[in-house]
């Protein structure tokens, strides 16, 4: 990541422009390769970016005719409590689980970030959970959660912990407690290996001078590693972040959003809004809304990353 | 891979560490995924029953049939393996041939044409999940195999372009060069000079849009509502969610066990492409 970005900063205008025009790769060429990526980018990114905001403005429906109504669909969805509620859950939900991931993926890089005996199936094994998919995971999820009968609860039975007989899916608490669970396992595998690429990159030098001045593991690792991935630590947090913010899939798979809207999440709110209640116009409101959230907290992470430098 | 050398020293302490924190993250990490496994060939009474030790290692192939016979998970798996090919097919040639557009030709409009590739990998799908359903209804796509193949493309596409650009950009000019000089234009140049010194992007590109197509869910869910269309993970839904009558805890196993192995193998198989892409840097969450 950091290399790609170092050589487009390195390289000057000055070279490209005293290139001659090229007879071998005519500009036209060019454009013409480029064309049909940027054709499928313009068209289902591009343009339904630009119509959503005409669309947010009129009461939209699936079948009919529709009319212009000013901002009344995002008065409607500011002052909609349930869209603020879904808002503050998804945020809390990010809250929980961006820690755990981090650690976690922290902590099984460096098991796996040296070529030690085993550390290439170790890396395969924890990466495995993220190549399934939340999806498929969550469908096994399902099984294990069932009162009595579940993997969990016979687990926590055994350990002294519960008797085995929690409907984990059917309580707000209980089952956001055991999706988070659930994504903290699945995908630590991504954050670890990310910032296992970054940490091949330090030189074993730096390595052997911290360990010649005598610092112990978790100096090196505050003084030496930490400080020269932290790059792809903020990377990685930024993926998680945006990940956690736009979940959908093991809640609705898991809980349905339930019990009433207690784990509705924010994109599952817009799927509702849209799909079940039939108002296109304000659920596109509240996709700009998203994609206005998404922005800012992209910013605010560049920034801070920014800040320190 | 090869290329890396020990990061750090071992001391015995530290050897020790990692064997018993190994052998316990080892077993955190496969233990339920094979358990999974486990579950797909017990009978369904089994899998809703507190375990007993006369009927819990019952195994049966059961479930596998009846995934084929009572339910139409076969045709959704069909449609998920089309959708899913035809996604990472379309994906990696788009990507090949703007990577090498952006990477070898100079042209006006190249960086503003890359920023704007750049910009939609910051636009999650999910956040302009209406608009996008409402622009494909607008084109007759809704409902179809193509449309999802073509939401699938896009979703896909500024990963792989990345991708793209960045194998070509590794790729000496002389080479290319050479290629020119025997008066080959620029397909063949790309297709029998380029071809073999790219190929690993390529994998890299289609693999990542293959397994983001075969488990991707909630625009399979929004744009395809013919059951006859389903993909895999829609499918599962109606039968966890009871569409078919009582839900069926040994067809859902088979059919998430169904769900993985396409995965696993591909992953596998195609280890190295995987982890250089991710490690390119252009990774969406």
Redesign the interface.
Known sequence: MTATLQTETVRTPATQTRRPRSLTHPPRTGLLLVLPAVAFVVVFVGVPLLVAIYISLTNFPLIGDYRFIGLQNYLLIFTDPAFGRSILYTLLYTAVVTGPILVLGYLLAVMVRSNRRGAKLLRTVFFLPYVVGLTTLSFLMVLEAQPDSGAVNIVLAWLGITDGSTAWLVDGVLGTILICALVVWGVSGLTMMLLMSGMQQIPSEVYESAELDGAGWWRTERNVTIPMIRRTIALSVIISVIGSMLAFTQFFILTQGGPGSDTTTVVMAIYKRAFVQLQLGAATAMSLVLVVIIGLITAAQFWLLRERE | ?AT???????TRV?QLL?LV??AL??L???V??A??LF?SVQPSDV?????DPATFFDLTLENFGNLFAQSNLGRSIMNSLIVSIAAAALTAA??L??G???S???????PI??G??VV?M???????????????NAMRLTDTRIGLI??Y??VN??FG?FVMR?SF?SVPAELE?SG?VDGAG?MRTLFSVLWPLVVPGVATTALYAF?VS?????GA??IITDPDLYTL?VD??NL??GAYGQID?GL??A??VV??IP??IL??AL?RF??RG????A???
Not at chain 2, 47 to 51: Q, Y
Request: glycine share 8%; hydrophobic share 55%.
């Open positions: 891979m890396i050398t020990g990061v750090e020293r071992d530290k990692y924190g190994g993250a080892l955190i990490f496969i339920p995924l358990f999974g579950r899998i809703v029953a507190a375990p788009v990507a041939l703007a090498y557009g952006f070898r030709f100079r042209f006006r409009l190249s044409l890359f704007i590739i939609t910051m636009v999650p799908f999910q956040a302009i999940l209406t608009p996008l359903y409402l622009q494909l073509l939401f493309t896009t596409l500024p372009v960045n950009a060069d020119h620029t397994l075969w488990t991707e869910f909630l869910l929004t993970p599962m839904v966890q969610q805890f859902l196993a059919g998430a769900a993985m995965c696993v992953y596998a280890q995987y982890v991710l490690a390119s840097g990774v969406k969450g």
